[in-house]
């Protein structure tokens, strides 16, 4: 079920419980803490945070199935949009829009653009399809180095792989594009991806 409305991916954490050594990717509800260091909401009858009172099941990481369903790592996103890219000579330029999800049930939209130097001539559009170790959708937000692949005649394919920091730790990403182009090249250079989150899924 799609649930509108939501503009933040918010950190998640068990840290004020003693429960966990660090903080836990794996967004257990009744964990929140709020993105900034402003003070918690306090509950009107004592002073623990409202985050901390509103539910702690620790097994609602797998959709509250722990015997029958696993999540190794609870960090992925995962991408589908439409692509175009152009290779002439040493130039290469790339623009991408679409839905993005994340592990945590965020969903949102999103924007890429880049450029950088490769070899080659070749121009292609298509249907994109591509996931990263990203925490959420929000830690896309930002500039990473790309690096990209492609060939067709008609029919055309390309590959391309992104790397990048965040404050969750190391992104690291890729994708293919399928659809329609002309010609062969590659190239590498950067990329900068504006997220609007939109919902939770």
Known sequence: MFTPGSRTCGYKTASGLGKWLNRDPLVEPGFEVMQRAAPYRTHPFNQTPVELLEGSNLYDY???NPINNIDPL????FGLGLS???QLGPLNGNWSV???????????TYTVLGGGVGAGAHASGGVSFSGSNAKTICDLRKGFYNANVGAGLGPDAEANGYYGSSPDGPVIGGGVTLGAGLGGGGSAGGTYTW????GKW
């Open 195 to 198: 997220v609007n989150p939109i």
């Open 74 to 77: 609870g960090l992925w996103t």
């Open 98 to 108: 679409g839905f993005v999800i994340d592990g945590q049930g965020n969903v949102g």
């Open 62 to 64: 797998v959709g509250n």
């Open 84 to 86: 175009l890219n152009f």
